[in-house]
């Protein structure tokens, strides 16, 4: 009989992440953010390849990185709206954890699996800044995908690419919550 963690299951039931524009610092400090860091590492990675990195961006950082978006969606031609709602992210939050693909030669680990690995880097990571108690969030975005701006802002090499930027701070309103997915609409059960 397999032994229950019926604390972990209720968390995970009950989990909601927190919009990036509700958080507020303070955010962890680097003792309360090793743990966090330290669960994500935990992560299936296909092979013991290690195919994600974390940058740890704060305040100083993430006012440098709002201006980089600004820069980024005016070169991409993108709206003001667009433009100050990617900057917005970056001016709110207290801390982000920029999670890096970087894929790895391997001819037992395809690439997919390795994308696969570093997207659950990102979850483990939210959902251990939600465990701890923090509001967290998983943003992406149009810059994030803009080589200029992943290369120059966060200096990634060629070979990288971001899966997510987990903003951490403390929770400014508790979201009310949302519908969640019909099992009976995309679950199938197969018995022979």
């Given at each position: 009989m397999p032994t229950p963690n019926p604390a972990a299951m209720d968390f995970l039931l009950s989990r909601r992440s927190r919009p990036a524009k509700t958080l507020k610092a303070p955010g962890p400090d680097d003792a309360a953010l090793m743990p966090l860091l330290t669960a994500a590492a935990r992560t299936p990675d296909h092979g013991k390849l290690e195919p994600w990195r974390f940058i740890v961006l704060r305040a100083p950082a993430m006012r440098r990185l709002a201006d980089a978006v600004t820069e980024c969606g005016t070169r991409l031609g993108k709206s003001g709206e667009d433009i100050a709602k990617a900057r917005d992210a970056w001016e709110r939050s207290p801390l982000c954890v920029a999670v890096v693909e970087v894929q790895k030669d391997s001819p037992k680990i395809p690439a997919l699996e390795q994308t696969y690995s570093a997207g659950a880097a990102c979850l483990a990571l939210l959902n251990a800044a939600l465990a701890s108690g923090w509001g967290a969030n998983w943003l992406s975005g149009w810059a994030s995908h803009d080589r200029g701006f992943v290369e120059g802002a966060l200096g990634l090499g060629a070979d990288e690419k971001i899966a997510g930027f987990i903003h951490i701070g403390t929770e400014g309103a508790?979201?009310?919550?949302?519908?969640?997915?019909?099992?009976?609409?995309?679950v199938s059960w197969v018995s022979e």
């Open positions: 508790a979201p009310p919550e949302r519908p969640r997915p019909d099992l009976d609409q995309i």
